[in-house]
C-alpha cells in the first residue's frame, strides 16, 4: 500500500458506523467483499485480537464490559470448530455446564433451563429489571437442552460423533446448526452468526435459516454476516444493516415486506434503475450500490445516508436506548467465570476423557506401538539384564535402555502434537465464549495424557523387564516403572508444549526434530559423558534422555559388585566401571529421580501459560 501512495500508517476499516440491534428482530449485515461485516461483528462481539478500536459500544446506556458482555452473548463463528469426538448431546451439555450459572444442578441443565436462571445471575431486582430493559427480553419458561435439539432439529443426531469437517461425522449443514446450538443451551441474550449460511446448498441454507428464526422467535437479539443471499433467505430476516466498501453504513433499517421499505429507499435515488420484477433484492441492492455505479451516478450513497430521514430515526433510537433507565444499575457478575476452578476442571477432564475414549485413531495406534515395540526390543535384547560380566554386555544393556526410551519416546511426542492443535482451535473459541480460564483446560488435557500415559507404561515396562531379564525384585521393577513413565510423561509434554509455543503442529515438529536431534547426541550412549568435550558437558544435563538412561541404568545394576571384564585392564567391579567409564554413580540416583520431577513440571508450567498467554488466533 505504501508503494500506491498510501501515506496513514493504519488502514482503517471501520468509519463512522453507528446503529441498534433489538431482540426478537433478525438483522442482516450486508455488504460487498471488503465491506468490514466480519470486522464490525467481531469488534462488536470483541472477538477482535489485533488492530485498533475507537469508538463506544454501549449496553442500555452502559459501557460494555467483555467479561460481563461474553457471559450473556454467543458468537457462532464461520467455521465450525467443535471437539470431534464428542458427541451432539455432550457438546451441548458440556456448554451448558460451563456457561451457566453455579446454582445450576446437573438434572436442570439437562432437563431446564429455568427463567429464575437469569435472576440468579443478578443480585438485586433493581439489576433484573435493568437487564430486562437493556435487552427487552421476554423472559419465559426457558429451553430444555433437548428443546434446544429440537429447536435446531438435532435430535436425530443426538448421539452422533461431530468428527472432522470434511472427514468424517457431521455435515456442513449439521455442524452448523450444532454451532447454534452450543450457543442457544448458554441461554444468551444476544447472539452473533457469521455467514450461517455460508457454503451450504439451498435445502441446507432453508434448514439452518428456519433454525435462526426459530431463535429469534424466542426474544433473543441476534444479528447474522450474509454474503450474496437468496430471495427466501433475504427475505428472512426483518431489519438490514448495509455497508459499502471502506466501511461506511449506507442503509441500516427495515426490509419489509418482499424487501419493500428497502427498495423504494434506493429508488428515490435519482439515476438508480428499477428493480425488474422477480429479481433478487438483495443481489440488486449490491449492484446498485457498487464503487463502480456510485462512480457512474455521481454519488455517495453513504452522505446520502447521513442526511436521510432514516438516519435521524436511527439516531433519536440510539439516543434513546443508550439512556439508561433511571433507577437502574449495570449489569455485573461477581466472578469472571460461571463456575469456580474445581468445576471447571472437572468440566473440562470430562470432554477430554469422552475425547480420548472415542479416538482409536490415536489409542489404540499408541497402543498397538507399545506392544509392538516393547515385543520386539524384548526379542533383540532377550536376557541382557544378567548378563553383565563383559564390558560389551554393559553397553548392550546401555543400548537396549537408550533405545527403548527414545523411540517409543520421539513417538509419543510426534502423535499428540496434532490432537492438542486440533484442541486448541476449540480452546480458543470456548475461552472467548467464556467458558473457563486457560489453567483448567491445560491441566484436564495433562491429566488425561497422564493417565494413559501410565497404562501404556505400565504394559511396556512389564514387557521389557522380563524379557530383557532384570532382577525379579519390586524395588528395582518399581524404579524402572518410574523412570519410563516419568520419561514417556515429559516426551509427551514435550510435544504438547511446542503446540501452545508455536503457530501450528507443522512449525511444532520441525523444532521437535532440532531439540531431539541433540537430545539424542547428547544422551550418554553414543558418547559417554566423561567423553564429551568439557564445553558441551552442560547440554548432557540439559537433555531429559540423560537423566533417564542414567537412572534406568543405574537403578539396575549401579550398585552391582560383580566383577566385569574391560578390554585391555583388569576386572573391576560394575558399580566402578559405571563411575569410571560412563559417569554413572548409584549415590547420585536420589537426585536423578528428583530431576525427572522436575523435568515434568516445566514442561508442565511451560504448556500452561503458554496456553494462557499466547494466543496466535488473527482476527
Not at 54 to 81: H, L, M, W
Not at 149 to 163: A, I
Not at 323 to 347: I, M, N, R
Request: proline share 4%; aromatic share 14%.
Amino acid at each position: 500500500m505504501k508503494g500506491q501512495g498510501i501515506e496513514e500508517t493504519r488502514l482503517q476499516l471501520l468509519r463512522d458506523v453507528s446503529g441498534a440491534f433489538r431482540p426478537g428482530v433478525l438483522t442482516a449485515l450486508v455488504g460487498v467483499s471488503g465491506a468490514g461485516k466480519t470486522t464490525l461483528m467481531d469488534v462488536l462481539a470483541g472477538r477482535k485480537t489485533g488492530g485498533y478500536i475507537e469508538g463506544s459500544i454501549s449496553i442500555s446506556g452502559y459501557p460494555k464490559n467483555q467479561e460481563t458482555f461474553a457471559r450473556v452473548s454467543g458468537y457462532c463463528e464461520q467455521n465450525d470448530i467443535h471437539s470431534p469426538h464428542v458427541t451432539v448431546y455432550e457438546s451441548l451439555v458440556y456448554s451448558a455446564w460451563l456457561r451457566l450459572p453455579k446454582e445450576v444442578n446437573a438434572e436442570t441443565r439437562k432437563a431446564c433451563f429455568l427463567s429464575i436462571l437469569i435472576m440468579k445471575c443478578v443480585q438485586s431486582f433493581n439489576l433484573f429489571c435493568s437487564y430486562i430493559s437493556s435487552f427487552y427480553l421476554i423472559i419465559g419458561q426457558q429451553m430444555f437442552v433437548e428443546e434446544v435439539m429440537d429447536l435446531v432439529e438435532l435430535n436425530p443426531l443426538k448421539n452422533s460423533l461431530v468428527g472432522l469437517p470434511g472427514v468424517d461425522g457431521l455435515s456442513t449443514e449439521q455442524r452448523k446448526r450444532l454451532t447454534i446450538a452450543v450457543e442457544l443451551v448458554a441461554n444468551p441474550s444476544i447472539i452473533f452468526m457469521d455467514e450461517p449460511t455460508s457454503g451450504l446448498d439451498a435445502r441446507a441454507a432453508a434448514i439452518v435459516m428456519r433454525t435462526v428464526r426459530n431463535t429469534v422467535d424466542t426474544g433473543r437479539t441476534v444479528v447474522c454476516t450474509i454474503h450474496q443471499p437468496s430471495i427466501d433467505i433475504f427475505e428472512a430476516f426483518d431489519e438490514l444493516f448495509l455497508m459499502k466498501r471502506g466501511g461506511q453504513v449506507i442503509y441500516a433499517g427495515p426490509l419489509g415486506c418482499h424487501s419493500h421499505k428497502l427498495v423504494e429507499y434506493f429508488e428515490a435515488v435519482p439515476g438508480v434503475p428499477k428493480i425488474q420484477e422477480g429479481y433478487n433484492p438483495a443481489t440488486w441492492m449490491l449492484e446498485i450500490s457498487s464503487t463502480a455505479v456510485e462512480a457512474q451516478l455521481d454519488v455517495d450513497f453513504a452522505e446520502i445516508y447521513a442526511n436521510s430521514e432514516l438516519y435521524r430515526k436511527n439516531e433519536e433510537l440510539i439516543k434513546d436506548l443508550s439512556t439508561p433507565v433511571p433507577g437502574t444499575k449495570d449489569l455485573h457478575f461477581p466472578t469472571t467465570y460461571s463456575q469456580d476452578f474445581f468445576t471447571q476442571c472437572k468440566a473440562c477432564f470430562w470432554k477430554q476423557y469422552h475425547s480420548y475414549w472415542r479416538n482409536p485413531q490415536y489409542n489404540g495406534i499408541r497402543f498397538f506401538m507399545t506392544f509392538f515395540v516393547g515385543i520386539i526390543f524384548g526379542v533383540i535384547f532377550w536376557d541382557k539384564g544378567n548378563k553383565i560380566h563383559k564390558q560389551q554386555d554393559l553397553m548392550n544393556l546401555l543400548g537396549a535402555m537408550y533405545s527403548a526410551v527414545l523411540f517409543l519416546g520421539a513417538t509419543n511426542t510426534s502423535a499428540v502434537q496434532s490432537v492438542v492443535a486440533i484442541e486448541r482451535t476449540v480452546f480458543y473459541r470456548e475461552r472467548a465464549a467464556g467458558m473457563y480460564s486457560p489453567l483448567p483446560y491445560a491441566f484436564a488435557q495433562v491429566a488425561i495424557e497422564a493417565i494413559y500415559v501410565s497404562i501404556q507404561t505400565l504394559a511396556y515396562s512389564i514387557l521389557l523387564y522380563t524379557m530383557i531379564g532384570f532382577q525379579m525384585e519390586v524395588g528395582r521393577f518399581f524404579m524402572f516403572y518410574y523412570f519410563i513413565l516419568m520419561c514417556f510423561m515429559y516426551f509427551t509434554l514435550y510435544g504438547m508444549m511446542l503446540v501452545a509455543l508455536t503457530p501450528n503442529h507443522q512449525f511444532a515438529a520441525i523444532i521437535m526434530s532440532f531439540f531431539l536431534s541433540f537430545w539424542n547426541l547428547f544422551s550418554g550412549f553414543l558418547i559417554p559423558r566423561t567423553e564429551i568435550p568439557i564445553w558441551w558437558r552442560w547440554y548432557y544435563w540439559a537433555s531429559p534422555v540423560a537423566w533417564t538412561i542414567y537412572g534406568l541404568v543405574t537403578s539396575q545394576v549401579g550398585d552391582k559388585s560383580d566383577m566385569v571384564e574391560t578390554t585391555g585392564e583388569i576386572p573391576i567391579a560394575v558399580k566402578d566401571f559405571l563411575e569410571k567409564s560412563l559417569g554413572f554413580d548409584y549415590s547420585f540416583l536420589p537426585a536423578v529421580v528428583a530431576a525427572h520431577i522436575g523435568w515434568v513440571l516445566l514442561f508442565l508450567i511451560v504448556f500452561a501459560y503458554g496456553i494462557k498467554f499466547l494466543n496466535f488466533q488473527r482476527r
